[in-house]
Nanobody, 123 residues
Framework: QVQLVESGGGLVQAGGSLRLSCAGSGRSFRNYAMGWFRQAPGKEREFVATISWSGGKTYYADAVKGRFTISRDKAENTVYLQMNSLKPEDTAVYYC????????????????WGQGTQVTVSS
């Protein structure tokens, strides 16, 4: 079974940091773009960040630019999201995803989704 499993979520104070991880299993994701989405209560799921299959291109939502960094370890079939200077408005369930291209992934056209990990930022 092909799976993406997120970890690293939790409770943090505003201004703090967290690092999310997403580990793939069941197949290699070395030739897939990967990325992160989030969904807050009462809001639609929104794009956060994506990284190309080579790791050479990254894209970020305006709300997280300068604060979040996406990276990947292709040998370990894993993608990360380093989140710094966290704000209460970053509170959401964060989902990882994989798809053929970064532009398709940003549009939500993904082949695989994880089940999500909760991030809560207190004031």
């Amino acid at each position: 079974q092909v799976q993406l499993v997120e970890s690293g979520g939790g409770l943090v104070q505003a201004g703090g940091s967290l690092r999310l991880s997403c580990a793939g299993s069941g197949r290699s994701f070395r030739n897939y773009a990967m990325g992160w989405f989030r969904q807050a209560p009462g809001k639609e799921r929104e794009f956060v960040a994506t990284i190309s299959w080579s790791g050479g291109k990254t894209y970020y939502a305006d709300a997280v630019k300068g604060r979040f960094t996406i990276s990947r370890d292709k040998a370990e079939n894993t993608v990360y999201l380093q989140m710094n200077s966290l704000k209460p408005e970053d509170t959401a369930v964060y989902y990882c995803a994989a798809g053929p291209t970064t532009d398709g992934l940003r549009a939500g056209r993904n082949d695989y989704w994880g089940q999500g990990t909760q991030v809560t930022v207190s004031s």
